[in-house]
């Protein structure tokens, strides 16, 4: 079996994290943890990147735990941008070939059974989205059947996946919830009340920096003047509502 040097005393989450970048959207293991009690307080860290600056900005990944044949496996996955990502589901259900169970039962059959989506080795996600139909001839009959590919490279076998089917499926752990899409409202206020909301104190001079980083230049210039005529004495959030007084008709072409 694996060496038991997988248990990393301090995981690696700056390579994780580095990886699950380069491909938006995929599943990277970030970690692998002898308790699942662990890993599920990791996972739920990970989306709000709570003590876990690998993760930051909050929102920037997903996370979820699974069975690792080694423990308890955490997967993570770099979802910030525009384009919503597929969403894993909890489950697939695929034709497998089932020639009986009975001695003496010859016939061949298909049968669709319903499995998790977690590859049982690693807990990476099975290939749900590979799915694609085999056709295979047995007595005279063709069959179709179902057959994927595991991103992680273990082969399911149709025995272990009947085998699988048969348990009771226990109901996975909930998903963290990801954090706030982002804000429908994405004027220079809206995205400075955003900001604000999830940092107590915000002052002005922030508020004019996020907006230089989003290319609302004059924006940014109008709220340092008020700045500076109010003496330095200025929250965020005024500084939006500043906007908002200042340019009642934004809506629309405002750009
Ligand atoms: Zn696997």
Redesign the pocket.
């Known amino acids: 079996m694996k060496s038991r040097s997988i248990y990393r005393a301090n995981p690696d989450h700056a390579t994780a994290t580095a990886m699950a970048r380069e491909e938006r959207g995929h599943w990277v293991m970030a970690a692998l943890y002898p308790s699942s009690t662990s890993a599920k307080t990791v996972a739920r860290r990970v989306p709000l990147a709570e003590m876990m600056p690998a993760y930051e900005p909050a929102g920037a990944y997903e996370a979820y735990v699974a069975q690792h044949t080694d423990g308890t496996a955490l997967w993570v996955r770099y979802v910030a941008g525009e384009e919503p990502v597929p969403v894993l589901p909890d489950r697939m259900s695929v034709r497998i070939r089932h020639d009986g169970d009975g001695p003496g039962y010859s016939g061949s059959g298909v049968i669709t059974v319903t499995v998790s989506t977690r ?1 049982p ?2 807990g ?1 996600p099975r290939g749900f989205d590979t799915v694609i139909p085999h056709r295979f001839h047995h007595d005279g009959d063709w069959y179709v059947v179902d057959r994927w590919a ?1 991103r ?3 082969v399911d076998m149709y025995d272990a996946v009947l085998a699988e089917s048969r348990q009771v499926l226990l109901p996975l752990a909930p998903a963290p919830v990801p954090v706030p899409s982002p804000p429908a409202d994405d004027s220079p206020a809206g995205l400075i009340l955003t900001a604000a909301k999830g940092r107590r104190g915000m002052h002005a001079q922030q508020a004019a920096r996020m907006l230089d980083v989003h290319g609302h230049d004059e924006d940014a210039a109008r709220i340092r003047a008020e700045l500076r005529s109010r003496n330095g004495h200025m929250s965020a959030k005024q500084a939006a509502d500043y906007l908002h007084a200042w340019s009642p008709v934004a809506e629309g072409g405002a750009q």
């Open positions: 590859c080795q690693c990476g595991n992680c490279g273990h």
